[in-house]
């Protein structure tokens, strides 16, 4: 989807969305200061990474029929959200804020 010609597809269509999802996951993975500590900067690249996993997902939802893909859109927003909070325990174990900490 990257490098399409966004300029034709109707706003609010699920290829936006889920662009303008992967364009935030990059800023915000781009905008992480890096701490000289490579177990939390990894984690701080990764938070961004797996948001945008849920962004993207909650974003299909409406869209999708299939009975199976509705249980992996389902499952793949709860493990990123649960991963999320992990890493951010970890983070906060390893003395260092995470974006939620940062106003």
Same mark, same amino acid.
């Given at each position: 989807?990257? &490098?399409?010609d966004? &300029?034709?597809? @109707? %706003? &609010?269509?699920v290829?936006?969305t +889920?662009? =303008? @999802?992967?364009d935030?996951?990059?800023?915000?993975?781009? =905008? #992480?200061?890096?701490?000289g500590?490579?177990?939390? =900067? *990894?984690? *701080?690249?990764? $938070?961004?990474?797996?948001?945008?996993a849920v962004?993207?997902a909650e974003? #299909?939802m %409406? /869209?999708i029929? =299939?009975?199976?893909? #509705?249980? *992996?859109?389902r !499952? $793949? +927003?709860?493990?990123q959200? @649960? /991963?999320? *909070? @992990?890493?951010? !325990?970890?983070?906060?174990?390893? &003395?260092? !804020?995470? !974006?939620?900490?940062?106003?």
């Open positions: 989807m990257h &490098g399409m966004h &300029g034709t597809m @109707a %706003p &609010g269509t290829e936006v +889920i662009d =303008d @999802a992967m935030r996951m990059m800023n915000d993975m781009h =905008d #992480v200061e890096p701490t500590d490579p177990d939390a =900067d *990894l984690l *701080l690249t990764m $938070i961004p990474h797996h948001q945008c962004n993207m974003a #299909v %409406p /869209e029929d =299939d009975p199976e893909v #509705v249980a *992996l859109v !499952a $793949i +927003i709860a493990s959200e @649960a /991963e999320i *909070l @992990a890493m951010q !325990a970890m983070l906060e174990r390893l &003395g260092h !804020a995470t !974006a939620d900490d940062n106003p």
